[in-house]
């Protein structure tokens, strides 16, 4: 039954919701909108739950995940320094892509613990999760590539403003507005730089130190 | 005390779940009108008057501001004030952005509610009824969060006799690295001891304070009862390209007074409960 | 019936020449409670840790354990998690939940039971182990020796038929050991519960013990009960370790039952007249290098004062101990000396600026990947100071990778760097045996010859009776009494080296082992 959800939730059950939201109109975007990302999460995390992870495995993911929320309170005194998600894509390079989208979805949730739940608490779960997943898939040559990694990261920085600011333009106006998209992706362009450039730099300090202190763990503990 | 909070978490679900799509997805000022009161009223019984009032000023503004820039993004609307570069400023738009603020405004109080009603021993509770095995590492990185802030501080004020001639940042970052060797570590001792517990041999059940009674079934009949009626009455409110109210009938005026009912259940609730508290206590 | 019998047992770790284990037997049996001691290195870790399937270390066996009867590596996962229980030494990393009853119900929820099962089971064990105001309360907020008990009451709560305890008080204070021992001995005496627990602290844990069994270099010396065991120990190295009174009976070769508690020790010692003593010795040096003067800290506005009006000199050249139960404010007063914070009222003077302050956890100071590398970024004439403390092979390993007493050392010489004049110390014997806080000590001593003052904020009170020229206690917000060590122990009761306590009215001023003996000594000479 799980199994069979996995598939059908994005096969069926997904484009379903899209195309009934299409058919009531353009009133139900940002409802249908935070739908999908939602029931987007569900196939990672019923698969997580079916899947043969070691109590080594559940540790790790537990201790990413902490690491990327405590991340947020350790750099706040410095601003715009935020570790998530850099850790995130850390996190899906060395231990496979669904690892990184959960990596990246329960950071997300459980930050909020802290930060504040609101209406873009399921964005933020799906955008840092589908960066880690990707990350996951590009795992090797981001471990071989210096320069596929900053691209990365740079790629990062953009699809978590963009998944961001296109759910308010859907909320705020009930339809895709072009010139509120730009408007807001303008406003939020130096941070979203900022934000990058902080990724780029965490990235390129603690890929190397991070596989180093992996290798590490394994040599020691097996 | 019994209050509000401690009905149980599917309960609370269901009713949040209703108030926050009605008030986020929805710009009928009516009904948001009636959402952000209850909202607001509630934070107040669970956070005093003065912190909502604070939050209120804070909204107020935040409306205004959404009122005023509306117009700029959207050009829909018959009624045209001003233009502004051969773009029109329209009445519609701004009453639009008006309702937007509302709109917005009543989400985020609710979802203030909810951070103060939800807290991580509810939502690990629903997460665990879906999905054991992530509902402990949900558990476990919120045991460790607190655990890597602590020796992060201690790590970099323990290096602060060293690295006077380094940078801020680099600073931040070395101790960062640190916290990272060291969680890294103690996570083998962890995973040792769920093993050492049995973790992952069977299927998981999950333990949780919570008992659903006929109490808290009674009142998520209530909900989903005035959330069906709700939607049944709905009446809509159109903006563009004027602004116009479809003809009301005794279905809609239903549907919104019991909106108003759902929305003012918790505060009512609070109420409720402190008088009964109070006559209780003087019969003692 | 024996719940472990342990036969022929030998095991190599891969990759290593020698033999961890070599031809163990053993039976261990049912509700016993059987103590394991031995240097470290000696195998005691290996040898339990092969009784847990879960945890067994890779490695070549040779050799076979059963289970009631079976053989054990064969035991079914699904029995062996409930059935043996395992604790180990670090209290918050074995924590898996955020909540105390999460703990508490996640072994049972493991195994898959009922919600209502384990709500009943949860309870109970919250009550029996005195958790229930603590129920709902985020672990986090336990102290360290809360949470191990903790640890102790989820294994519990599967109802094991036995638990491994791998030095399970080494990171906890004495007051909280002692509590977890007895914890420990009460589930033995009122369940019948086999306990199997290696200790390097025996003052309290060898009287509660059946049997003590003695590893040396991953063979069984002997398996024995504790007062028998006290003569074939005579002439091991390990002996130092034993309770004070069992040492003394061992030197004095008396006859008839070896003691193992003051209670009983006491007895031995009631022939020496009352005339013996050790004279204490004066202080040369009177120059204050830090003085406080009424000083007054809070943490918040609000909050209450840690400190009042608290008093404290410490003279150059000496090494001074401040002792003082949790939460005392031993640790803030070493944090306002070395400037961290700043007192409220009152004043604080230091004749040197050079400070430099250990924390509670030495691996704090390391952030680099080897200890080379983090020497290396204080100062690059490492090395001469390396060889002359003679820790140079110590510079290539990961931090992480060094023992409790080693990194100890590392972690001082990497302040030494700094060349300070004054050491501050927080806990600096925290999980380190005795031979590894004899090295320390005696290295330190050494370190004040070269003209360093230590300060150690300490709850060892052997270790600051051995080591330290001057004793302080704090309590209520002050020092409430300040000495040399040996006034300072012998005229308390119950804060005091057991020592101490052992010859209060028969040797004046004795507060040590070696005290002790010199008094025995001064009056087989006469």
Same mark, same amino acid.
């Given at each position: 039954?799980?199994?069979?959800?996995?598939?059908?939730?994005?096969?069926?059950?997904?484009?379903?919701?899209?195309?009934?939201?299409?058919?009531?109109?353009?009133?139900?975007?940002?409802?249908?909108?935070?739908?999908?990302?939602?029931?987007?999460?569900?196939?990672?995390?019923?698969?997580?739950?079916?899947?043969?992870?070691?109590?080594?495995?559940?540790?790790?993911?537990?201790?990413?995940?902490?690491?990327?929320?405590?991340?947020?309170?350790?750099?706040?005194?410095?601003?715009?320094?935020?570790?998530?998600?850099?850790?995130?894509?850390?996190?899906?390079?060395?231990?496979?892509?669904?690892?990184?989208?959960?990596?990246?979805?329960?950071?997300?949730?459980?930050?909020?613990?802290?930060?504040?739940?609101?209406?873009?608490?399921?964005?933020?779960?799906?955008?840092?999760?589908?960066?880690?997943?990707?990350?996951?898939?590009?795992?090797?040559?981001?471990?071989?590539?210096?320069?596929?990694?900053?691209?990365?990261?740079?790629?990062?920085?953009?699809?978590?403003?963009?998944?961001?600011?296109?759910?308010?333009?859907?909320?705020?106006?009930?339809?895709?507005?072009?010139?509120?998209?730009?408007?807001?992706?303008?406003?939020?362009?130096?941070?979203?730089?900022?934000?990058?450039?902080?990724?780029?730099?965490?990235?390129?300090?603690?890929?190397?130190?991070?596989?180093?202190?992996?290798?590490?763990?394994?040599?020691?503990?097996? | 005390?019994?209050?509000?909070?401690?009905?149980?978490?599917?309960?609370?679900?269901?009713?949040?779940?209703?108030?926050?799509?009605?008030?986020?997805?929805?710009?009928?000022?009516?009904?948001?009108?009636?959402?952000?009161?209850?909202?607001?009223?509630?934070?107040?019984?669970?956070?005093?008057?003065?912190?909502?009032?604070?939050?209120?000023?804070?909204?107020?503004?935040?409306?205004?501001?959404?009122?005023?820039?509306?117009?700029?993004?959207?050009?829909?609307?018959?009624?045209?004030? $001003?233009?502004?570069?051969?773009?029109?400023?329209?009445?519609?738009?701004?009453?639009?952005?008006?309702?937007?603020?509302?709109?917005?405004?009543?989400?985020?109080?609710?979802?203030?509610?909810?951070?103060?009603?939800?807290?991580?021993?509810?939502?690990?509770?629903?997460?665990?009824?879906?999905?054991?095995?992530?509902?402990?590492?949900?558990?476990?990185?919120?045991?460790?969060?607190?655990?890597?802030?602590?020796?992060?501080?201690?790590?970099?004020?323990?290096?602060?006799? $060293?690295?006077?001639?380094?940078?801020?940042?680099?600073? $931040?970052?070395?101790?960062?690295?640190?916290?990272?060797?060291?969680?890294?570590?103690?996570?083998?001792?962890?995973?040792?001891?769920?093993?050492?517990?049995?973790?992952?041999?069977?299927?998981?059940?999950?333990?949780?304070?919570?008992?659903?009674?006929?109490?808290?079934?009674?009142?998520?009949?209530?909900?989903?009862?005035?959330?069906?009626?709700?939607?049944?009455?709905?009446?809509? $409110?159109?903006?563009?390209?004027?602004?116009?109210?479809?003809?009301?009938?005794?279905?809609?005026?239903?549907?919104?007074?019991?909106?108003?009912?759902?929305?003012?259940?918790?505060?009512?609730?609070?109420?409720?409960?402190?008088?009964?508290?109070?006559?209780?206590?003087?019969?003692? | 019936?024996?719940?472990?019998?342990?036969?022929?047992?030998?095991?190599?770790?891969?990759?290593?020449?020698?033999?961890?284990?070599?031809?163990?037997?053993?039976?261990?049996?049912?509700?016993?409670?059987?103590?394991?001691? =031995?240097?470290?290195?000696?195998?005691?870790?290996?040898?339990?840790?092969?009784?847990?399937?879960?945890?067994?270390?890779?490695?070549?066996?040779?050799?076979?354990?059963?289970?009631?009867?079976?053989?054990?590596?064969?035991?079914?996962?699904?029995?062996?998690?409930?059935?043996?229980?395992?604790?180990?030494?670090?209290?918050?990393?074995?924590?898996?939940?955020?909540?105390?009853?999460?703990?508490?119900?996640?072994?049972?929820?493991?195994?898959?039971?009922?919600?209502?099962?384990?709500?009943?089971?949860?309870?109970?064990?919250?009550?029996?182990?005195?958790?229930?105001?603590?129920?709902?309360?985020?672990?986090?907020?336990?102290?360290?020796?809360?949470?191990?008990?903790?640890? #102790?009451?989820?294994?519990?709560?599967?109802?094991?038929?036995?638990?491994?305890?791998?030095?399970?008080?080494?990171?906890?204070?004495?007051?909280?050991?002692?509590?977890?021992?007895?914890?420990?001995?009460?589930?033995?005496?009122?369940?019948?519960?086999?306990?199997?627990?290696?200790?390097?602290?025996?003052?309290?844990?060898?009287?509660?013990?059946?049997?003590?069994?003695?590893?040396?270099?991953?063979?069984?010396?002997?398996?024995?009960?504790?007062?028998?065991?006290?003569?074939?120990?005579?002439?091991?190295?390990?002996?130092?370790? #034993?309770?004070?009174?069992?040492?003394?009976?061992?030197?004095?070769?008396?006859?008839?039952?070896?003691?193992?508690?003051?209670?009983?020790?006491?007895?031995?010692?009631?022939?020496?007249?009352?005339?013996?003593?050790?004279?204490?010795?004066?202080?040369?040096?009177?120059?204050?290098?830090?003085?406080?003067?009424?000083?007054?800290?809070?943490?918040?506005?609000?909050?209450?004062?840690?400190?009042?009006?608290?008093?404290? =000199?410490?003279?150059?050249?000496?090494?001074?101990?401040?002792?003082?139960?949790?939460?005392?404010?031993?640790?803030?007063?070493?944090?306002?000396?070395?400037?961290?914070?700043?007192?409220?009222?009152?004043?604080? *003077?230091?004749?040197?600026?050079?400070?430099?302050?250990?924390?509670?956890?030495?691996?704090?100071?390391?952030?680099?990947?080897?200890?080379?590398?983090?020497?290396?970024?204080?100062?690059?004439?490492?090395?001469?100071?390396?060889?002359?403390?003679?820790?140079?092979?110590?510079?290539?390993?990961?931090?992480?990778?060094?023992?409790?007493?080693?990194?100890? *050392?590392?972690?001082?010489?990497?302040?030494?760097?700094?060349?300070?004049?004054? #050491?501050?110390?927080?806990?600096?014997?925290?999980?380190?045996?005795?031979?590894?806080?004899?090295?320390?000590?005696?290295?330190?001593?050494?370190?004040?010859?070269?003209?360093?003052?230590?300060?150690?904020?300490?709850?060892?009170?052997?270790?600051?009776?051995?080591?330290?020229?001057?004793?302080?206690?704090?309590?209520?917000?002050?020092?409430?009494?300040?000495?040399?060590?040996?006034?300072?122990?012998?005229?308390?009761?119950?804060?005091?080296?057991?020592?101490?306590?052992?010859?209060?009215?028969?040797?004046?001023?004795?507060?040590?082992?070696?005290?002790?003996?010199?008094?025995?000594?001064?009056?087989?000479?006469?």
């Amino acid at each position: 039954m799980r199994k069979l959800l996995i598939l059908i939730i994005p096969l069926l059950i997904i484009p379903a919701v899209v195309v009934a939201g299409y058919i009531i109109g353009r009133n139900s975007y940002a409802f249908v909108s935070a739908l999908v990302v939602l029931l987007g999460c569900v196939p990672f995390f019923l698969a997580f739950e079916d899947g043969n992870n070691s109590g080594r495995r559940v540790v790790t993911l537990a201790v990413m995940t902490a690491l990327s929320v405590a991340g947020r309170f350790i750099f706040a005194p410095i601003p715009f320094f935020k570790p998530v998600t850099a850790m995130v894509i850390i996190s899906a390079m060395y231990f496979g892509s669904g690892f990184g989208f959960l990596t990246g979805a329960l950071s997300a949730l459980i930050s909020n613990f802290y930060f504040g739940q609101g209406p873009w608490t399921p964005f933020q779960m799906f955008a840092w999760g589908l960066i880690g997943f990707l990350a996951g898939l590009l795992s090797d040559p981001l471990k071989r590539s210096k320069l596929v990694l900053i691209l990365y990261a740079v790629f990062s920085g953009f699809l978590y403003s963009v998944i961001l600011d296109t759910w308010t333009t859907l909320w705020a106006d009930s339809g895709f507005n072009l010139t509120r998209f730009l408007a807001l992706t303008a406003t939020s362009f130096p941070i979203t730089v900022v934000y990058i450039v902080s990724n780029v730099v965490f990235l390129l300090i603690f890929t190397p130190l991070f596989s180093k202190k992996l290798d590490r763990i394994i040599k020691k503990y097996g | 005390m019994n209050t509000f909070r401690n009905l149980h978490p599917v309960t609370l679900l269901l009713y949040f779940s209703f108030v926050t799509v009605f008030s986020v997805f929805n710009f009928n000022p009516v009904y948001l009108c009636f959402s952000l009161l209850g909202a607001a009223l509630y934070f107040a019984s669970v956070k005093g008057v003065f912190v909502m009032l604070k939050s209120m000023a804070g909204y107020f503004i935040m409306l205004l501001a959404v009122a005023a820039l509306n117009p700029l993004f959207s050009h829909n609307g018959a009624t045209a004030l $001003f233009f502004i570069n051969d773009n029109r400023v329209t009445l519609e738009a701004f009453c639009f952005g008006a309702a937007l603020g509302l709109a917005i405004a009543s989400a985020l109080c609710w979802f203030s509610c909810i951070g103060e009603v939800f807290d991580s021993e509810k939502l690990l509770y629903l997460f665990g009824r879906a999905s054991p095995k992530l509902a402990a590492v949900i558990s476990l990185s919120l045991r460790l969060v607190p655990g890597i802030f602590k020796s992060f501080k201690e790590i970099h004020s323990a290096q602060s006799s $060293f690295s006077s001639n380094q940078g801020r940042v680099r600073r $931040f970052l070395s101790s960062f690295s640190a916290v990272i060797t060291q969680s890294l570590e103690n996570s083998i001792i962890t995973a040792d001891s769920m093993n050492a517990r049995g973790f992952a041999l069977k299927k998981r059940t999950r333990f949780s304070r919570f008992r659903f009674t006929a109490y808290d079934a009674g009142f998520s009949a209530f909900f989903v009862l005035l959330g069906t009626f709700i939607c049944v009455g709905w009446f809509s $409110f159109e903006f563009y390209p004027v602004i116009s109210i479809g003809r009301l009938n005794a279905l809609n005026i239903m549907s919104v007074v019991l909106f108003a009912v759902m929305s003012l259940t918790p505060f009512a609730y609070e109420v409720k409960e402190g008088v009964k508290w109070k006559i209780s206590l003087s019969k003692i | 019936m024996e719940d472990f019998s342990i036969k022929n047992l030998s095991f190599k770790y891969p990759d290593r020449e020698r033999f961890a284990l070599s031809n163990i037997n053993l039976g261990i049996k049912k509700g016993e409670f059987l103590l394991v001691i =031995g240097e470290s290195g000696s195998g005691k870790t290996t040898l339990l840790r092969m009784l847990k399937n879960e945890l067994r270390p890779k490695g070549e066996i040779d050799g076979g354990i059963l289970f009631l009867g079976n053989n054990l590596f064969e035991l079914k996962a699904l029995d062996s998690a409930p059935k043996i229980g395992f604790i180990t030494q670090e209290p918050e990393a074995q924590l898996v939940s955020d909540r105390v009853y999460g703990e508490l119900a996640f072994g049972l929820e493991n195994l898959g039971l009922d919600r209502e099962i384990i709500r009943a089971r949860v309870g109970e064990f919250a009550s029996y182990f005195g958790l229930v105001k603590e129920f709902t309360k985020p672990t986090a907020n336990l102290s360290g020796g809360q949470k191990q008990l903790l640890n #102790l009451a989820s294994v519990m709560a599967m109802n094991p038929e036995v638990i491994i305890l791998d030095e399970p008080t080494s990171q906890l204070d004495p007051i909280a050991a002692v509590e977890f021992l007895d914890a420990l001995k009460r589930l033995n005496d009122d369940l019948g519960v086999t306990v199997i627990i290696a200790e390097h602290h025996l003052e309290n844990a060898f009287k509660l013990a059946d049997r003590v069994a003695y590893l040396e270099d991953g063979r069984l010396f002997c398996c024995e009960a504790p007062e028998g065991l006290a003569l074939l120990l005579k002439d091991k190295r390990i002996s130092q370790t #034993l309770p004070v009174s069992s040492r003394v009976y061992q030197y004095l070769d008396s006859d008839g039952k070896c003691p193992l508690t003051v209670k009983e020790g006491r007895g031995m010692l009631e022939k020496y007249e009352n005339e013996h003593y050790i004279s204490i010795k004066e202080l040369i040096n009177n120059e204050e290098i830090i003085s406080c003067k009424d000083i007054w800290f809070r943490y918040e506005k609000k909050g209450e004062d840690v400190l009042r009006s608290c008093s404290l =000199g410490v003279r150059r050249g000496e090494f001074y101990a401040l002792a003082g139960e949790n939460g005392s404010g031993k640790s803030t007063i070493l944090k306002l000396i070395f400037g961290a914070l700043k007192p409220y009222r009152g004043r604080l *003077r230091r004749r040197s600026e050079s400070l430099a302050y250990l924390p509670q956890n030495p691996k704090n100071l390391f952030v680099k990947d080897s200890v080379e590398e983090d020497f290396k970024s204080v100062n690059n004439s490492y090395l001469e100071l390396c060889e002359s403390f003679g820790i140079e092979k110590l510079l290539s390993a990961h931090p992480y990778d060094l023992s409790g007493g080693e990194l100890e *050392r590392a972690a001082i010489c990497k302040l030494l760097l700094l060349s300070p004049e004054v #050491l501050l110390l927080d806990e600096p014997t925290k999980g380190l045996d005795s031979f590894a806080k004899n090295e320390l000590g005696m290295f330190l001593r050494e370190r004040i010859k070269e003209g360093l003052t230590v300060i150690c904020v300490t709850h060892d009170l052997d270790f600051a009776a051995n080591f330290a020229d001057r004793c302080g206690l704090l309590f209520d917000g002050g020092i409430i009494c300040e000495n040399d060590c040996n006034t300072f122990f012998s005229g308390n009761s119950f804060y005091t080296t057991a020592s101490s306590r052992l010859t209060k009215g028969i040797f004046k001023n004795a507060v040590t082992y070696d005290d002790i003996l010199e008094c025995i000594k001064a009056g087989e000479g006469k």
